[in-house]
């Protein structure tokens, strides 16, 4: 397995420390933290989609933002595979980063707010070639970014550069995106819901091109997004994350024919289905997801879990246990379930 | 890129039709335009030479020979006034440039570094030249300037004494601003593709504050030139050069209400009113023309 | 019990007319549940804030008629209309968050919406309201809570229970799930399926989530650039689409249920509604586009039993 891997977390923990007051300070109260990512652990094989997915506050986007260090996890570690061997990126200082940073990309949810509505198409793709100085002339420039809004299907690409983000449909905005990733070559790309704020009508189009991108370039995709629909034509693998652990993994199709955790197997029932003919059982949970300052002791999901054990989901944390190949599954009950 | 002054240019165009329906503002353009037409060409249309002294002519109420009268030594009292809108404007000008390029440096670092202990230490500094009253301490540098003796013209005291007191008000709009287009999430792209710090605070966000800086620098400029009308009114100004605070200064000092002269200190007070007032105007419509929130979509 | 006449609804821009609504006519019976589904800027949020007459200033209703038992609502004034707003036809809203006051109890505000269109007494507008609280699966404590201690499901279903307190006979629902977590989706989804069997409501669901429209409505409308291009029964919607606009939207939507394959897609860009095509406004994206789509609007044509479409194929 691990002469193909591309990308491997270990552990990886993002704590957000709580602002506390001067009153708190001075009754010594422990520091309280927002535990967006509590310890988890995956790999991206090279060449494949491994989609993380989610309700809102997962943590799932915060993951992505720790991979890119955007945000600096305070635990764990991340293992990048390139020509060069394994690099482990959480210990890269400033400099290091720096030039790492042309390896792994990332697309933003938002076309409308990703991209400066100062800078024209022909800035905001040349930005990432200019500050890591990966241009000589101003002829090169001008080729790799006609080039790279070619692959994106922006056609004619002349006639894009010198349009200005207001200018653009939310599908464009999102493929010149996509584009000022690209043009840096990655190796690795993190896409945080990229079709989700777009018209249902367009999606098809995008998610057609980071196809398309993946096979010519060879890149390797980590998919986040909360459309369990979507993760399942688009991703190989997927993990299940709730409150800040990853509660399954394992092939997309697998996870969502035959979900083993009870949080999964209750997502995949409400799943919306486009379909008025099918009727079928919904396993509804009550409340909402706790907050993640007070995560649940043992289990985090035992307090809305169907089949909770008195001492036994309340107790301990379970770890992810491989039950079928590939699959994963975090939960003291599986097998009775 | 020859290509992108045409766009700018569209873009002007669009936000002077927008601008042109401000009632407020298309009033206060004019003002301002009327006084730099003033500034421009006021010392070729004055009747007299504003310094020329004639003792046959002193106190003299607004007549057909002196629209606006004459002042104690007979100076004619309409040339002197078109000839200080010049140094008004001149003064107000730089002053505001200084200010302004100031604040919006002080006021992008304590927006940016807003979490970090630079940060909190600009604000400190921000509030605390927010909080003095600025007529107090604009004293109080024009005066030490002087005492001290540095070599530079009286004129560009005033300016600098001036540019370094106005400074607050625009550092804290501009780190108001900074503090909100840093949340924006194509900053976060721009980290991620690998922009420093530098870049990201030159390059993305003066960028898209800089059309509410321009409309502050508006508001500022009516400010400076306050500011330099008090100044040579208490007597710290540039005797050299005529200005309407000087034709005050003068008039107050040789009792012009007393006599009852108020040609000669109505008109300096009213220019001064009146030019603030329509860069005021100007200002607070650009600001709401300029707006982000209405222009970018 | 609600007819929709020829509407036609235009904004007043700067850069000339947004023709948001440009002639729309169905009609709605008591107790059924029509999903009106289109994508941003088809006009469906325009066409709701139009017989709520909750139009911004710069809206204009340019021509049309709507009937709503019997009586034209257009054309009564703002005192009259009053009577009927909220208490006859009400509204839920697309962003919970921003419809709720922040610095009034979220009690308070519902009780409000009683006694500005009932003269009842504040007690009796209490209990209604607690009962209603209950009713959404709110627990009556919650009435003395403030917006900010409720979760975004939860205020949702508060604004469903502000929308329902004065038993209104028509519910008009603007994307009442998009912006939730699918689990918690599923909870007010639930609600809602719940109330119109309970209450026998008439609503008007408003969506681009095809799926939300699968689970909740009656009928179906769906909208392209101002106008309704098929409208029938939610099955034949979407088992026998008709338009090539639905087919299409139809198949962006993938199903766990169907086969692994990537959403379709309709090519092209979406319409500008200050110059919206000629003919009929859907033909740049059609592919089965002919000579006549790009010259003549096409008219709504009977297909069978409920199902109309207004396509030159047909």
Redo the contacts between chains.
Sequence with gaps: MLNNVKLRVEDLRVWFPVRRGLIEFLQRKPQKFVKAVDGISFYIKKGEIFGLVG??GCGKTTTARAL?R?IEPMGGKIFFYGEDGPIELTSLNKKQL?KF??KI??I???P?????????V?DALS??LK??KLVKNSKELLERILSVLEDVRLYPPESFI?R???EL?G??RQRV?IA??LV?NPEIILADEPVSML???????V??IL?ELKEKRGLTYLFIT?D???A???CDRIGVMYLGKIVETGSS?EV?KNPKHPYTK???S?????????KRE?I??KG??PSPMDVPSGCRFHPRCPYFKEGVCNKEEPTLMEISKEHLVACHLWEDI | MGMRWHLYKKRLKSTWNVYKRNKKGMVGLTITLIFIFIAIFGPYITPYDPKKIDKTAMWEPPSFKHWLGTDNLGRDILSQLLYGTRISLLVGLFATLISMALGTLIGLLAGYYAESLLGELLERVIDFFLVIPYLPLMIVFATVMREMEIKLPLFWIVIIAIGITGWSGTARVVRSQTLSVKERQFIERARSIGAGDFDIVFRHILPNILPLVFAEAVLTIGGSIIAEAALSFIGLGDPTHISWGMMLNYAFTYAAPLRGAYWFFIPPGLAILILVLGMTLTGYALDEVLNPRLRER | MLEVKGVKTYYLTDEGQVKAVDGVSFAMERGETLGLAGESGCGKTTLALTITRLLPRNARVISGEIYFDGVEILSLDEEEFRKIRWKDISIIFQEAMNALNPVRRVGDQIVEAILLHENVAREEAVDRVMNALEMVGIDRERFWHYPHEFSGGMRQSALIAMALVCNPKLVIADEPVTALDVMVRAQVLKLIKELQSKMDLSMILITHDLSVIAETCDRVAIMYAGKIVEIGDVISIFKDPKHPYTKGLVKAFPSIYGPRELPASISGTPPDLLNPPSGCRFHPRCPHVMDICKVEEPEMKRINGKQYVACHLY
Excluded: C, W
């Design positions: 309700e809102s890119m955007l720096k940073r042309t990309q990332m933003f949810q938002d409308y707010e990703s991209l400066d509505p100062k800078q024209s022909f930005e990432p500050v890591n010198d200005y983000p207001h449909s599908g464009q995106v000022s990733a840096l018209d249902v009508s367009i999606r098809g189009e998610l057609r196809l909360h369990l629909s979507l399942r034509v688009i199709e969502i209750a997502l995949v409400v799943i919306p289905v486009p379909d008025p003919t099918i919904k509804i949970l909402e997801v």
